[in-house]
């Protein structure tokens, strides 16, 4: 509502400065901007200048105000002295000794009425042309100065929305997921582990998105906070929703509704997108990327699940870039015993010899630490191994701490 749009303290201080310079040029008592809201007028800046009665906040009820009537005709009134005219003698404003008056609606962008801008004299006055052009230029720019405000107002409004229809998703996936768990089965350790684990997942980038939802309704934000705010917003939410379809798809997978679709897949073109997506999303990450595929493999096409095989390494890719911080990850195919053999390997912090045997298994990481230090909550590498053996390969690794982790995978050429 128009009425709840919070005006910058720039334009209040614009406002006041043009109030002041109409009682000071035109040698007057009282320069008023006032704002019409339920069946009141009120005074919404009043000029800083001697003899001037009326006050910010002020507010008369309508029975014959000078401003009332400016609103509901939508037009200029002009009152030389109302104490002889007939029409006028009982005005409110007679009270404050205010018997001249001068004064112009002004609207918003929709043209529904915000006030009037108007200047009032304690003595007769017939206002010449020349105070009618400077109070309606000032009229002009306070017009403006409402269309720039509503304008972010409703960005802002739309962006708020957007926003908190993606909160409501997001809860709505939530609570399907919060009854998936309620299906599963009590008392296992490492399922309460997972769950403590993933309600903190999923606390932290959701906290993100409330708390910055909020921060984007403040007055006076500049273009680059919002901007900035806007960004914070959509890659918590990208996360959160990230961690949400991980949860899902394993649930898909414990209860065999994971259906596969077999289609021709081109290895090196495969690959070549993942090289293209992972150069420009770790450009500015000290760690060199390679991708390598023989020279026999090119063009070579396998009837596999190509989206089930991209899911994989992606898993194994997001996995390395996560735990290397310098260095080189590596990726590529390679053709055995009849089958395609792909690759993952990084020079990251390496897995510990006793954990290597669990690393496959759900809501494992190698240990609380790596945990809260890199988050996650450890279904990347059960959900490739699941899609995996449903393609009828299987999947192995290598890993030294300190050194590094190589990842396996095969898939039967079909």
Excluded at 173 to 196: C, H
Excluded at 313 to 329: E, P, Q, R
């Amino acid at each position: 509502m128009k009425e709840s749009i919070q005006m910058p303290k720039w334009m209040l201080d614009k406002w006041q400065g043009i109030a002041d310079l109409l009682a000071d040029l035109l040698s007057i008592p009282a320069a008023l901007i006032m704002k019409a809201a339920n069946q009141q007028m009120e005074v919404f800046i009043t000029s800083n200048s001697k003899n001037n009665p009326y006050k910010v906040g002020d507010k008369e009820d309508w029975h014959g105000l000078y401003c009332e009537t400016v609103i509901k005709s939508k037009e200029k009134l002009l009152i030389s002295n109302a104490l002889i005219n007939k029409d006028w003698d009982q005005n409110p404003d007679i009270k404050l000794g205010m018997i001249a008056y001068l004064g112009y609606p002004i609207f918003y962008p929709d043209n529904s009425p915000f006030g009037t801008i108007c200047i009032l004299d304690d003595k007769e006055n017939h206002f010449s042309a020349l105070h009618e052009k400077i109070l309606l230029q000032f009229k002009q720019v306070i017009e403006l100065d409402l269309a720039l405000v509503t304008s972010f107002e409703l960005q802002s409004s739309e962006m708020i929305n957007t926003i908190n229809e993606q909160q409501k998703q997001l809860k709505e996936q939530n609570n399907a997921l919060q009854k998936a768990k309620e299906k599963a089965e009590e008392g296992n350790r490492l399922k309460s582990a997972f769950l403590q684990n993933i309600s903190h997942e999923i606390r932290t980038p959701l906290n993100a998105v409330v708390g910055f939802s909020e921060l984007l309704t403040l007055p006076n934000l500049t273009n680059e906070k919002r901007d900035y705010f806007s960004s914070i917003i959509i890659k918590n939410s990208d996360q959160l929703l990230s961690i949400v379809s991980d949860i899902l798809t394993v649930s898909a997978i414990e209860t065999d509704q994971q259906k596969v679709n077999i289609e021709d897949t081109c290895l090196d073109s495969l690959l070549q997108d993942l090289e293209d997506i992972y150069r420009q999303k770790y450009d500015g990450k000290e760690i060199v990327l390679i991708k390598r595929i023989p020279e026999s493999l090119r063009g070579y096409k396998i009837k596999t699940d190509k989206t089930k095989v991209n899911q994989i390494i992606t898993n194994l890719l997001n996995n390395a870039f996560k735990f290397t911080d310098n260095g080189s990850i590596e990726f590529g195919i390679d053709f055995k015993n009849n089958n395609c053999e792909f690759f993952v390997k990084d020079s990251g912090i390496g897995i510990p010899e006793d954990m290597q045997d669990e690393i496959f298994n759900r809501f494992t990481q190698t240990n609380e630490t790596i945990s809260e230090l890199y988050g996650g909550i450890g279904l990347g590498l059960s959900i490739s191994k699941a899609f995996v053996e449903l393609l009828g390969g299987k999947i192995w690794m290598k890993s030294e701490v300190g050194k590094g982790s190589n990842f396996y995978f095969t898939l039967p050429i079909k």
